[in-house]
């Protein structure tokens, strides 16, 4: 799997220079167009979605996003670490006890990250019904029912991706996650939009 982050502009985004663009033409063949018209050419493009697709959270989908925040942090890092000095100092002739705890130590957090997201996936409601996601030049918008949500793409704080899911954080500790399985062919448009609207610094995805 390799690293991406090109500049390739989605397919769809010339839509909005191919309408500008019958608008000129429009005018210089005579039709007159109104300044309310042009305004509201304008807004449809503005909302004109880039992307649109549905996403289903489960508890395959949460536990592989957390095992990926957990181990890209501190926390996971430093645990792994002081289990692996438990059992090595058990090997070099310490007593039992600390292998017990050295395996106690790393078996912990994965556990208790397969508990968190099997519990999320049945308890939050939002997790109960598909996630409607429209990938905007704006930012990133989500619905659910009534509720819409929008996030603006320079509020965004890195995308990062595992096996299963292409994640945005929305905040260091929110993230909007995009199952593989839910995008199908689709997983390269999305990279594409990603890379064009955040700072490439900010992006760590592999296909």
């Known amino acids: 799997m390799r690293l991406v982050c090109q500049t390739t502009v989605p397919v769809l ?22 300044e309310r018209q042009i305004m509201e050419t304008m807004e449809k493009q503005e909302d004109t979605a880039l992307l649109e ?43 039992i006890l600390y292998l017990i705890f050295g ?43 009534d509720v819409v949500e929008l996030q603006a793409w320079e509020g965004m704080v890195k995308a990062i991706s595992t096996a299963k899911s292409i994640i945005v954080y ?6 909007a996650i995009f199952p593989r399985n839910d995008l199908g062919d689709a997983s390269d448009t999305l990279i594409e939009i990603i890379c064009k609207h955040m700072d490439p610094k900010k992006v760590k995805i592999r296909r």
Do not use: C, W
């Open 103 to 145: 395996l106690v130590v790393i078996v912990y957090i994965p556990v208790s990250l397969f508990l968190s997201a099997s519990r999320q996936a049945l308890q939050v409601e939002a997790f109960q019904k598909p996630l409607h996601y429209r990938m905007l030049e704006e930012g990133i918008e989500v619905s659910q029912g």
């Open 170 to 175: 929305t905040s260091p500790v929110k993230a």
């Open 13 to 34: 985004a010339f839509y909005r220079e191919i309408s500008i663009i019958e608008m000129i033409e429009t005018m210089e063949k005579g039709k007159s167009l109104s």
């Open 53 to 95: 697709f549905d996403v289903h959270i489960n508890a395959g989908v949460l536990y592989d996003y957390l095992l990926k925040h957990t181990y890209s942090g501190l926390q996971g890092i430093l645990a792994t670490i002081i289990g692996i000095l438990l059992i090595l100092l058990f090997l070099s002739g310490s007593g």
